[in-house]
């Protein structure tokens, strides 16, 4: 089985989630990096209309409709001007793009990420292509585009991933989001260091890391 299912979908399962960890909230920052078509911030609006959202896209004429719902930037502009977003955001989601930017920009950007987050706050990441049950990449054609568009010799596997989340000093958490039941697991260094016996229990068709600030 593989994770490559209707992004809308997960969308719409992430907007309920939010709801959970923000039960008391009408109002809320959002930072959505990587939109690509806005849908996830159109949703957001619907839900939480008196929202701030923020588009941060690489190619801005995949966001050409988006000004009337939300404020865009292009990724060199949003590297530039980060600092006016410090301690703002009760929301981060990064949907499908962890994996398009390379390991050493990674590290600039979550230290960056972190800094914009609220006390409060919480980033959501969503891996959509990867294998259920053994943590590698498939679809080899798409990701070879996708390696040559962003100059990338290889993908960071879950493992690296999770690792650099310790190293910002995240709380790093996974969930699996069904409809029928919520499995969620707290990720530690022991966790990382031995991912293959956790394997099992953390790919599902709707997986959702999510990271707190410690």
């Known amino acids: ?5 209707n992004r809308r979908l997960f969308n719409d399962l992430l907007i309920q989630e939010v709801a959970l960890d923000f039960p008391s909230y009408n109002a809320l ?60 955001f009760h ?27 609220r006390s409060e706050g919480v980033i959501y990441i969503y891996l959509g292509i990867y294998a259920e049950s053994k943590g590698v990449f498939l679809f080899k054609e798409i990701l070879d585009s996708i390696k040559k568009e962003n100059k990338l010799t290889e993908f960071l596997s879950l493992q690296e991933l999770l690792s650099i989340f310790l190293q910002k000093n995240f709380n790093v958490y996974i969930k699996r989001l069904n409809l029928s039941s919520i499995f ?4 530690d260094k022991f966790i990382v260091d031995n991912l293959k016996d956790y394997i099992d229990y953390i790919y599902n068709d709707k997986l959702l890391i999510k990271l707190t600030k410690s």
């Open 1 to 5: 089985m593989v994770i490559f299912e």
């Open 29 to 88: 920052n959002i930072l959505d990096f990587g939109c690509g078509d806005g849908y996830l911030l159109k949703s957001f609006k619907k839900r939480y209309p008196s929202s701030d959202c923020l588009c941060v896209e690489k190619d801005l004429k995949h966001v050409i409709n988006l000004s009337n719902v939300c404020n865009v930037l292009d990724y060199e502009s949003f590297k530039r001007e980060h600092e006016r977003f410090i301690n703002y």
């Open 91 to 117: 929301i981060i989601s990064l949907v499908d793009v962890v994996y398009m930017i390379p390991k050493q920009e990674l590290f600039i950007l979550f230290e960056r990420f972190y800094q914009m987050l």
């Open 184 to 187: 969620g697991l707290r990720v």
